[in-house]
Nanobody, 128 residues
Framework: QVQLVESGGGLVQAGGSLRLSCAVSGRTFSSSTMGWFRQAPGKEREFVGASSWSGGSTYYADSVKGRFTISRDNAKNTVYLQMNSLKPEDTAVYYC?????????????????????WGQGTQVTVSS
């Protein structure tokens, strides 16, 4: 059974940083595209960023580009989301997700329907 477990969320002041981790078990992590999504209160879940199987291709939402960085350690079956210069509007539950393809295109990587495994989410709260 595939499991994705996020960690690293918490409360941080605006301008601060957090690093989220997502540990994956039960499938071949190294051949999966990994994505991060978030859902703010009262809003739909939205794409944050994604990494191809090797980390060679990464994609970001415009709202986080230049502030967030995705990386992965295939030896540890873990993907990370480094979040810098956090803003109150980054407050949300953050989810990691796995897609079976090694690499998705720039548009398809943003679609939640391409990801078939999801974590339970971790709360990130940014205070002003």
């Amino acid at each position: 059974q595939v499991q994705l477990v996020e960690s690293g969320g918490g409360l941080v002041q605006a301008g601060g940083s957090l690093r989220l981790s997502c540990a994956v078990s039960g499938r071949t992590f190294s051949s999966s595209t990994m994505g991060w999504f978030r859902q703010a209160p009262g809003k739909e879940r939205e794409f944050v960023g994604a990494s191809s199987w090797s980390g060679g291709s990464t994609y970001y939402a415009d709202s986080v580009k230049g502030r967030f960085t995705i990386s992965r350690d295939n030896a540890k079956n873990t993907v990370y989301l480094q979040m810098n210069s956090l803003k109150p509007e980054d407050t949300a539950v953050y989810y990691c997700a796995a897609a079976p393809q090694r690499r998705l295109g720039a548009l398809t990587t943003r679609s939640q329907t391409n990801y078939n495994y999801w974590g339970q989410g971790t709360q990130v709260t940014v205070s002003s």
